[in-house]
């Protein structure tokens, strides 16, 4: 059952989908009917569809990185639009998601990427959803082109595979380094309000402060 969480005048809706249940984010402005969906991760056909039942247009899809349970929603969703929209992701994992994201080396036959990354997303670049800024942080170490994207007015942040409950993101995918990940972690979450939800790629949510303090593998506080 998908899950909501009400960030002011936006709603999310988590979805939990595809081969490694992956959280799939719906993200409405409930004024402007504007949408967004973050990391599509399969059934991209059900994801268009929730967003008509609630007379959102989505208006775009960001994705954290370029692993094939993040993106395999996308081709689905994008038939099922009135048009095209743009596809946001970091260029360092372009050359990821033209090998389908690793899909053949977990044994997922027939992958059909959709369509090929439109919007080049930068460390510190600023999307938009009605009135509502995202920061775009690159975020290396589960992947080279990994961003997370932080909405200081929404209190949230959208972390992909950099940093779960309790847990981070694995290494040993071709592109991982332990070493960046920690930086990323410690630089770019760590350094955002104590208070600040955590969305992640897998599992429940989270906030900065509850992993500054339990986190075993990047704690920082004591208590």
Known sequence: MPQSLKLGDLEVIRF???????????VGHSETGAAVVIDPAWEGE?????????????????ITHGHFDHFGGVAGLARSLDGPVPVAMHPADLPLW?????????????FDPGPEPSLQLQHGM??????YAFEVRHTPGHAPGHVIFWCPKGEVAFCGDLIF???VGRTDLPGGDWDQLLHSIREH?????????LLPGHGPLTTVEMEQRTNPFVATVEG
Do not use: C, H
């Open 98 to 110: 033209k090998a389908q994201g690793g899909a053949s080396f977990f044994g997922i036959p027939d």
């Open 165 to 167: 409950r309790a847990g």
């Open 16 to 26: 939990e989908l595809g081969w490694a249940a992956t959280n799939t984010y719906l």
């Open 126 to 131: 600023q999307l938009f959803l009605a009135d």
């Open 46 to 62: 059900m994801l268009a569809a929730a967003a008509e039942e609630r007379g959102w247009r989505v208006e775009a899809i960001w």
């Open 189 to 197: 979450v760590f350094t955002l309000p104590g208070t600040t939800r």
